[in-house]
């Protein structure tokens, strides 16, 4: 379907609703309606499940969820908008000085100031979540031509709609909808309390959770890989040419390394004398930090010769040996998903991050030393660590001592 520029209005397929002839609660009911979407260049098919224990409240449901579409018709869209389409500013604005931040700040002024503030501020990943969220702000505010509302002008039936719109137009979950909120309510307390005219704090946080509440989410327990999961893997790895990927998976097993951001980072000088330096430019937080070698690694390492290249080399590259270029974003997990479907494992939740599960629920199988586990997964403190096993379902307490009860 080609898209015609010059219309003012973009394709969009009316919500219907689908559910059973026969009314049947126990089955799927939903709402399902087309938004063109700009990356795909079609119109793409979006849903929103309805929920309720009644065929009364279904209904209902649905009939808030139309009222919600409706508005939306021939302006809703996703991916990012090409710049011939992109209205043109009414008004060149000034450049913005920090120091005066007033209810008259406009939104996306405010988002650059922010931005430049939490790209400083926080680690890498905490700063793409926030960069995210603020960016599906930018992005419902243009789609309701709104882009130059200031602070003061965003009001709390803004930041529902745009919380509503996460769900019915960009199709994002529960969870993900939620973080979002999250992320959006702290921007705006960042200004508030910036504000020295006191203005925005009287008038208080559009996204503050006295006035939205969360979705409910599923909560996904972290899933690790029992011995015998264990034993298919290696032997799936080693049947299909996967050991590259066996190799990663042993380093991640024993450093409780994260796969993506420290891992995959891991440098050659960072692998030192019965240590591995884990910095901070790729920990989770921004404090650098160390892990112990244990001895089944450190024969891996010297197999590996790893010491014996230049310190400024990826441990990890395409070539399978240490070189100047880290390994490519997908380029074990793409291994890993064909590894767990020939183990029947596909949806289960056993990803890449589960080495880093299954070693942590090792090391403490192995050891019941709670202080080594919390250093070995750089925990800030014992309580994180004994929610953190407590979430693997490991049970803490020594399984005899209960038996010991004495008899009444």
């Not at 289960?348 to 050891?367: F, R, V």
């Amino acid at each position: 379907m080609k898209l015609d520029i010059s219309e003012e209005r973009l394709p969009w397929k009316e919500p219907k609703l689908s559910k059973p002839a026969d009314n049947d609660l126990t089955k799927q009911w939903c709402v399902v309606y087309g938004v063109w979407d700009f990356s795909k260049n079609k119109l793409v098919r979006r849903r929103v499940v309805l929920v309720g224990p009644t065929v009364a409240e279904r209904l209902a449901h649905a009939d808030v969820v139309f009222s919600e579409l409706k508005p939306l018709a021939g302006t809703a869209y996703l991916g990012e908008k090409p710049i011939e389409l992109r209205k043109p500013k009414v008004e060149k604005i000034a450049p913005v000085d920090q120091a005066v931040v007033s209810p008259s700040l406009r939104v996306h002024q405010a988002v650059k100031l922010y931005l430049e503030y939490t790209k400083k501020a926080l680690a890498p990943n905490s700063f793409k979540s926030y960069r995210s969220a603020l960016l599906a702000l930018e992005t419902y505010l243009e789609r309701h031509r709104r882009g130059s509302m200031t602070l003061g002008q965003f009001e709390t039936a803004d930041a529902i709609e745009f919380l509503n719109e996460l769900i019915t137009v960009v199709g994002l979950s529960n969870r993900t909808r939620n973080n979002i909120k999250g992320h959006v309510g702290t921007f705006f307390f960042y200004f508030i309390n910036l504000d020295r005219s006191k203005k925005l704090k009287k008038q208080g946080n559009p996204f503050h959770d006295n006035e939205i509440g969360k979705l409910p989410q599923v909560q996904n327990k972290h899933q690790s890989y029992s011995l015998t999961q264990q034993s298919e893997y290696r032997e799936v790895c080693l049947a299909t040419g996967n050991e590259y990927l066996l190799t990663f998976c042993r380093w991640m097993y024993y450093t409780l390394m994260r796969p993506h951001e420290e891992l995959r980072r891991l440098r050659v000088r960072d692998v030192r004398t019965k240590l591995i330096y884990v910095t901070g430019d790729t920990a989770k937080t921004n404090d650098g930090d160390f892990v112990d070698i244990p001895l089944p690694l450190e024969l891996m390492i010297q197999q590996q010769k790893i010491r014996e290249y230049p310190g400024h080399y990826y441990v990890f590259t395409a070539s399978g040996e240490p070189g100047p270029e880290m390994v490519g974003n997908k380029f074990f997990y793409r291994r890993h998903v064909k590894v767990i479907e020939k183990m029947n494992l596909a949806g289960s939740g056993h990803d890449m991050y589960s080495w880093k599960h299954t070693g942590a629920i090792a090391l403490w199988t192995a050891t019941k030393d709670i202080e080594l586990v919390r250093s070995q997964a750089r925990h800030s403190d014992i309580k994180q660590t004994i929610e953190y096993l407590r979430d693997l379902g490991i049970r803490l307490a020594d399984d005899d001592k209960i038996d010991k009860f004495p008899v009444f």
